[in-house]
């Protein structure tokens, strides 16, 4: 079965600094990939997707992945974060034949002022 | 943002007791999941639905069933609640399933604590 690994499951970064999220998955076969964001309190919305083409891929706020097949991983970055990204981002797969997504385990990520 | 409604909110109820949950959408999407959060689990698929009366069973289905008579209403029922089944409960909808690059959109939440 699919499993999708989120290895950091708390950061702490001041503001201005870099972000890089982890997400490794299981799958050998073509795969849809995504980042949602939960904020405080909230639902889960989108940040970005990759299906196929160019492997990185740019979303919303400033956030960008990178689908590296050979290594299985779809790793989520920002330049310089700021206190509103303060949330649990989560990565999650499609694989083929499947009709629901997998989700990992989620990364909280605390932006301190 | 989708137009998901999740009813109820917030829910305590006791254990052994009957509880359902109603998730309505007004996007006319074919599908309709349900997850639970859990920290440390992320979210785990419960049951969805890929159009009415077509459901199936995700990874944590056990306790659980689902009914689906109209494309915009996916209901999810605990026969007897137990303690394990205190979480988050999300619905989410799709315009198609897998092998498709549509996200999925998800309701607020229904928090539901079993005494």
């Known amino acids: 079965a699919q499993s999708v690994s989120q290895h950091n499951h708390h950061v702490i970064l001041s503001e201005a600094a870099s972000l890089e999220l982890g997400c490794n998955y299981s799958y050998g076969g073509t795969v849809n990939l995504f980042w949602y964001v939960q904020y405080p309190g909230q639902h889960l919305q989108l940040l970005l997707k990759y299906f196929s083409g160019d492997p990185l891929v740019k979303g919303i706020k400033g956030f960008e992945a990178e689908f590296i097949k050979s290594k299985f991983s779809f790793n989520l970055r920002k330049p310089s974060v700021q206190w509103s990204d303060t949330a649990e981002y989560f990565c999650?797969?499609?694989?083929?034949?499947?009709?629901?997504?997998?989700f990992g385990s989620g990364t909280r990520l605390q932006v301190q002022p | 943002d989708a137009g998901i409604t999740q009813s109820p909110r917030h829910k305590v109820t006791e254990t052994g007791t009957p509880v359902t949950l109603r998730c309505h959408q007004t996007e006319n999407h074919r599908y309709m999941y349900w997850y639970r959060q859990d920290p440390g689990h992320g979210l785990r698929l419960i049951h969805y639905s890929y159009g009415v009366k077509d459901t199936d069973k995700g990874e944590v289905s056990d306790g659980y069933s689902v009914s689906r008579s109209k494309t915009e209403d996916f209901l999810l029922t605990l026969e007897s609640a137990t303690s394990s089944q205190t979480s988050v409960y999300f619905c989410?909808?799709?315009?198609?399933?897998?092998?498709?690059?549509?996200?999925?959109?998800f309701g607020d939440g229904t928090r539901l604590s079993i005494l």
């Open positions: 999650a797969v499609y694989e083929t034949g499947r009709r629901a997504l997998t």
């Open positions: 989410a909808i799709s315009e198609q399933g897998g092998d498709s690059n549509q996200p999925q959109h």
